[in-house]
C-alpha cells in the first residue's frame, strides 16, 4: 500500500511540474514581438510596345484653295483733305453716316485775316487801276523802260489779289462725289494740317469684296476665277474675281487715295485705294451687309478627280528621297513614291501606291 501511495504521489508531482513548464512557456511567448507581416508586391506588367497606325490608301476629289480674310470696300472712294496749312476748322458741316451730293461743302477753315487783307487790296488796286490809264494816257511822253516797269508792278499787284483769292478758295472742302460720308477723322475748331485725313466719302452702292494676297498665292489666281466668300454673320455667297491688285511704283507700293479735288499727295500715301486689293465681286450682296464688313474668301487653285491619297503622317522623307513605308501579309517594306497636290489632311500620291494598299504613321 505504501508503495502505490508513493508512486501515484510522484506522478502528481511530475504533472504538476509539467503544468508549471506549459504555463511558463505560454507566459513567455507572449512577451516576444510578433513577426511583420509578409508584404505584398503588386504584380508588374512590362510595357508594351505602342502600335504605331496604319492608313489605307484610298482615292479622292483633292482641292487646293487659297485662302484670305478681307472686308467690304467700295470702288469709288474719295479722302478728302485741306491743302491750306496751320488754319482752324471754323465750320464742318457732316458727320458719319451722312449722304452727300458731289459740290456739297463738308467744312470751312478760318481765313478771316486773308478775306480782310484781300479786301483791302482790292480797294488798293481800284487806285493802282485809275493811276494806270493815266500812264497809259501819258506813254508817248515817258521812257519806254520807266513804262515798262509801271506795267510790271501794276500786274504784279493784280497777280497778287489773284494768288490770295486761290488761297481763300482753299479753306472751302467740298465732295467730289456723290455718297456716304464713312469717316470723319476732326472735329469743329481742330487745327488742320495740309493733306491730313479730313473724311471719306464712299459710294455704298458698289461695294466689293478686298483682300490682300501673299506674292505666291497671287501666282496662282487669275481674273474671273470663281470665289466663295464667307461674309460675317451673312453667310456664303458665290463670285468671281474682277481686278487683281496694281503695284503703285510711283509711291513705292503705298495707296494714293482721292484728294477732294484740292490735289497734292500728302498724308495721302497712307490711304488705302481699291487698287491695293484683290477684289471680288459677288453675285448677290445680303441685306444688313455694309462697307468694312469683314469677310473670308476661298479659291480653288487646283482640283483633281479620283486623286490618289495618304494622310501627311504617313510621308516620310531622308534628303531627297520621299517613302512610305507599305505594310502587307509579308511585313513593312519601304517604297518611293512621287508627291503632288498636298493639303492639311491629305498628300496625293502620283507614282509608287495602288488605292487599298495600307502604309504606316508615325
Keep these: 500500500m505504501s508503495t502505490k501511495w508513493w508512486t501515484e504521489k510522484l506522478a502528481r ?3 504538476a511540474v509539467l503544468l508549471a513548464a ?3 512557456a505560454a507566459s513567455g ?5 510578433k513577426e511583420q507581416e509578409e508584404e505584398v508586391l503588386p504584380e508588374i506588367t512590362p510595357p508594351q510596345i505602342s502600335q504605331k497606325p496604319e492608313y ?33 476748322l471754323m465750320e464742318l458741316n457732316v458727320k458719319v453716316g451722312d449722304t452727300v451730293k458731289a459740290g456739297q461743302v463738308i467744312g470751312r477753315l478760318d481765313v478771316e485775316d486773308l478775306e480782310k487783307d484781300l479786301r483791302q487790296k482790292r480797294l488798293q488796286f481800284r487806285r493802282d487801276e485809275t493811276a494806270m490809264k493815266e500812264t497809259l494816257r501819258k506813254r508817248d511822253e515817258m521812257d519806254p523802260v520807266d513804262f515798262e516797269q509801271e506795267v510790271i508792278n501794276f500786274e504784279e499787284k493784280r497777280q497778287a489779289i489773284a494768288d490770295q483769292e486761290a488761297e481763300i478758295a482753299k479753306a472751302e472742302l467740298t465732295a467730289p462725289i456723290s455718297g456716304t460720308v464713312v469717316t470723319v477723322n ?3 475748331g481742330d487745327l488742320i494740317k495740309a ?18 494676297l501673299t506674292k505666291d498665292d497671287l501666282e496662282k489666281v487669275s481674273v474671273g476665277m470663281p470665289v466663295t466668300v464667307d461674309l460675317n454673320n451673312a453667310g456664303k455667297v458665290n463670285g468671281k474675281i474682277k481686278q487683281l491688285p496694281v503695284p503703285d511704283t510711283e509711291n513705292g507700293g503705298n495707296g494714293n487715295g482721292g484728294n477732294g479735288g484740292n490735289g497734292g499727295t500728302g498724308g495721302q500715301n497712307d490711304a488705302e485705294r481699291p487698287e491695293d486689293f484683290l477684289l471680288v465681286t459677288l453675285d448677290k450682296m445680303p441685306k444688313g451687309v455694309q462697307r468694312g464688313t469683314p469677310l473670308s ?19 516620310r522623307s531622308m534628303g531627297s528621297r520621299t517613302y512610305v513605308q507599305v505594310v502587307d501579309e509579308n511585313g513593312k517594306r519601304e517604297v518611293d513614291v512621287e508627291v503632288g497636290q498636298q493639303t492639311a489632311t491629305e498628300v496625293e500620291i502620283i507614282k509608287g501606291l495602288t488605292p487599298g494598299q495600307k502604309v504606316v504613321g508615325r
Design 186 to 188: 476732326v472735329k469743329k
Design 29 to 33: 511567448c507572449s512577451l516576444l514581438p
Design 56 to 88: 489605307e490608301v484610298t482615292t479622292t476629289t483633292l482641292e487646293t484653295r487659297v485662302s484670305a480674310s478681307g472686308k467690304l470696300i467700295s470702288l469709288q472712294e474719295e479722302t478728302l483733305f485741306f491743302t491750306l496749312d496751320g488754319r482752324r
Design 297 to 315: 474668301i476661298s479659291i480653288v487653285v487646283n482640283r483633281k478627280e479620283n486623286a490618289i491619297v495618304i494622310p501627311p503622317s504617313a510621308l
Design 195 to 212: 493733306y491730313d485725313p479730313v473724311a471719306v466719302i464712299s459710294d455704298t452702292s458698289q461695294l466689293v469684296a478686298a483682300v490682300k
Design 22 to 24: 506549459s504555463l511558463v
Design 13 to 15: 508531482k511530475r504533472l
